[in-house]
C-alpha cells in the first residue's frame, strides 16, 4: 500500500535481493575476505551468527560470486536428517542418481568431486546450511567426506552455516577431529547503529527513493527494536512505512515504528 505513496519502484525490505545489491556492512566486509580465504584453501570453515544476522545472504553472496565455469557450488539446507539423508542431497545437488546404501553413496559422492577436480577442473563448494541441527554422526561424515588421498589433498571445500550454538557444538571433544581442521571460523556480527543510516538509504535507494524518509528518532528507535539483526530491521522496517503510509506522512517517525512493534509483536 506504500508504494505509490512513497513513489518507490519496488518494496525495498523484500529479502529477494540480488546478492550484487547487497547492503555490505563491517561484519560483512570482514566475512567475504574470510570466504575468499577459505575458497583458496579448499578448507572447512565455520560461519555462525544469531537468528537473522544474514548467514544465508553471506552465503548466497559468496556462492553468486564464484565462476560457474571453475567452481560447482552444492547448497544443503537439511540438517535434520541421517547421514544417508545428506549423502542423498549431496548427490542431488551434484546431478547423480542416488544409490541405496550409505557406502555407495559415499562411495558415490568422492568419485564425482575428485571427477571434476581431475578431468572438469572444477573445484566442489559444500554449504551446508542450519547446521546447529545437524545429528553428531552426521558432522563426523562430513569431515569424513572432505579427506582424500589419506588426509592429504583438499578436492572438496566444506562451509558450515548455524547459529551461534554450532561454535559450541564444534567445539565438544566428540567433535575434535573435526575441530581442528577448521581453517576459516567466524561469528557474523549485527549491524552497528553507526550503519543504520546507509543500510536504510541503500535498499531505499534500490527502490527508487533518493529521499531521507526515516527520521533520526525513527532510525535509532529500529536499531534498539531490532538489535541490529537485518531481517528484524527490514521486518520493522517494512510494517512502519505501512503506518506513516496510513497516517499519509511524508517520513517515517519513532512513532511509526512503534506502531511496527506492535503489529509484528
Known sequence: MYLKHFGFNRFPFDKDIPAEDMFVGQSMAELSVRLAHLIELRGIGLVTGDVGSGKSSACRKMATALHSGLYKTLYVPLSTGNPIDLYKC???????????SRAALYRQIRDEVTRLCGEARTKCVLIVDEAQALRSEVLEELRLLTNYAMDSENRLCLLLCGQTELRRRVAMAVHEPLNQRIVVRYHLQ???EGEMPAY?????????SELPLFDPQATQALFQASSGLPRKLNLYAHHALIAAAAAKAKAVTAEHVQTAMTECA
Not at 200 to 208: D, E, P, S
Open 200 to 208: 536504510l538509504t541503500h535498499l531505499l535507494r534500490r527502490a527508487g
Open 90 to 100: 549431496i548427490a542431488w545437488e551434484l546431478g547423480l542418481p542416488t544409490e541405496r
Open 190 to 192: 549485527a549491524l552497528g
